[in-house]
Structure formats: structure tokens, C-alpha cells
């Protein structure tokens, strides 16, 4: 059974940094990507990794600031997201999902979700 557990979110200020983590166990070499969701908007699709292939790709409110990485266990799968000069705007609920369904990353058509954590950014 597939899960997925972020950790790393909290509060910090404009211009700071977080790094988020998304720790699977169940998945091969598959897609794995970054989502956020800030109050009232739309889901949006922040940064995608081809789990062992070195893929990346990021929406382009990540690009420059952003970074994606994984980190291989023996049975578990780690997913970051370093977030650097981190904005008020970035202020949203992080989900990690695993297992892409479509063949565009940015409509979120994935198949395991995680929880979610939520990273708020202050002025």
C-alpha cells in the first residue's frame, strides 16, 4: 500500500526558507510531484521528479526559488522541496502526490495524495 507523509511545514518570514519533505513507500520509478493550494484559489501544481531519472520540472511560482530532490532508503522514497526566498503569496497547504495518471504533471491527475502540510509566510 502506497503512502505518502509530508512534514516540514510552518511559519516563517518573507524571505526565508523551508524545506518540506514527503516520505513514500509503495512506488517504483514513478512521478512524483509538489501541489499547493492557498485559500479561495486553485490547486497549482508547483514542482514534478521522475523518481530515479533525474527529470524535474517546475511551475513557473517555483522556478528560480524552488528545488526539487529525492533521496533513496532502502524501502522508502524522501521527497523535497526547498523553498528559498519563500514570498507572503507562497502562504498554502503543500500536498505531495505520487503516481502521475495524465500526461501533463500541472492538471494534478495523480493517484496518492498525502495530507498536506501547510506553510505560512508572514510580512
Known amino acids: 500500500q502506497v503512502q505518502l507523509v509530508e512534514s516540514g511545514g510552518g511559519s516563517v518570514q518573507a524571505g526565508g526558507s523551508l524545506r518540506l519533505s514527503c516520505v513514500v513507500s509503495?512506488?517504483?520509478?514513478?512521478?512524483m510531484a509538489w501541489f499547493r493550494q492557498a485559500p479561495g484559489k486553485e490547486r497549482e501544481g508547483v514542482a514534478v521528479i521522475k523518481l530515479g531519472s533525474g527529470i524535474i520540472a517546475y511551475g513557473d511560482s517555483a522556478k528560480g526559488r524552488f528545488t526539487i530532490s529525492q533521496d533513496n532508503a532502502k524501502n522508502t522514497v524522501t521527497v523535497y522541496l526547498q523553498m528559498n526566498r519563500l514570498k507572503v503569496e507562497d502562504t498554502a497547504m503543500y500536498y505531495c502526490a505520487a503516481e502521475s495518471l495524465g500526461t501533463n504533471w500541472m492538471n494534478g491527475d495523480f493517484r496518492y495524495w498525502g495530507q498536506g502540510t501547510r506553510v505560512t509566510v508572514v510580512s
Open positions: 509503495g512506488v517504483g520509478s514513478t512521478w
